[in-house]
């Protein structure tokens, strides 16, 4: 029987995950690039799909959306992409990818180590180390809220069970709302639960929450960034590409799905875990 650390990445499973990662959204650029042609292409690598955060170049931690900042070696590189989409057209989305991704390829395996650190690590991440969940105190009262509503936690969301899943106990995500929200209502004073993410999509998510999580779903958000928000989805548990999302986003040349916000009360929460779970 595998242990859990039997089941931990290896370097060699993270340089797959890494490059896997920069083929899909060179790819993914190029299409969007093709949908939207006045948009800058550019901008479109550094902001729509996270590369860079992929490469030797990013030296902050595994979970930091770091963008580049006028980094004088990863400019080079975007205008030699950038030359090979010149060269390409609209809909030479493989060769473009197949392409782009030999220049980029040099500065990825320097990357693994320092990923796997944080990964492996006691408390991986050091947003991580509250559990599946982190917040922080610059998202309480963001400012689209109006003075009445009350103050929201607004969380974000990590798999805390790697090499496993946050769904495998159904009683793991329920328990930890609970110590969730006596946390940050202790040290913030919060009073609401709120998030945007993909995940809002999904019943298996969505259903662990009140009625009032689910009428209070916002549209899909259609803007596609860069950050876990969106791009999370292709993840899986192990921390490896899924190859189910891969194939998906190269049929459709679209996520499978979109972020969407909701929120609802401690209150609400607390008398829905209580009914649904005991607790």
């Not at 993914?28 to 093709?34: C, K």
């Not at 292409?41 to 799909?49: A, D, K, N, S, T």
């Not at 769904?167 to 709120?194: C, H, Q, T, V, W």
Request: hydrophobic share 35%.
């Amino acid at each position: 029987m595998k242990t859990k650390k039997d089941q931990l990445k290896t370097p060699e499973e993270h340089l797959e995950y890494l490059e896997g990662c920069i083929k899909l959204m060179l790819w993914f650029a190029h299409y969007w690039s093709m949908e939207h042609p006045r948009e800058d292409f550019i901008y479109i690598l550094e902001e729509r799909v996270d590369i860079f955060c992929k490469t030797d170049l990013n030296k902050g931690a595994l979970y930091d959306w770091l963008k580049p900042e006028g980094n004088p070696e990863w400019k080079e590189l975007m205008q030699k992409i950038l030359d090979v989409k010149t060269s390409l057209g609209p809909q030479d989305h493989d060769q473009f990818e197949a392409k782009a991704f030999e220049i980029i390829k040099p500065r990825v395996k320097g990357r693994v180590n320092k990923d796997l650190d944080d990964l492996h690590a006691e408390e991986p991440g050091k947003n991580a180390k509250n559990g599946p969940y982190w917040w922080d105190k610059k998202f309480i009262d963001v400012k689209e809220q109006v003075k009445e509503q009350p103050k929201s936690n607004n969380f974000h969301i990590y798999n805390s069970c790697y090499p496993g899943s946050i769904f495998d106990d159904p009683e793991y995500l329920p328990r930890f709302f609970i110590k969730m929200m006596e946390k940050s209502e202790k040290e913030m004073g919060a009073e609401r639960l709120s998030t945007l993410t993909w995940m809002n999509c999904l019943n298996r998510w969505v259903n662990f929450f009140p009625p009032e999580w689910k009428q209070g779903l916002s549209e899909p958000d259609d803007s596609i960034m860069g950050h876990l928000g969106f791009w999370g989805q292709i993840i899986t548990s192990r921390h490896m590409l899924s190859k189910v999302f891969d194939v998906r986003i190269r049929q459709t040349g679209h996520l499978p799905y979109l972020m969407r916000r909701s929120y609802c009360t401690f209150e609400s929460m607390r008398a829905y875990l209580n009914k649904e779970y005991g607790l």
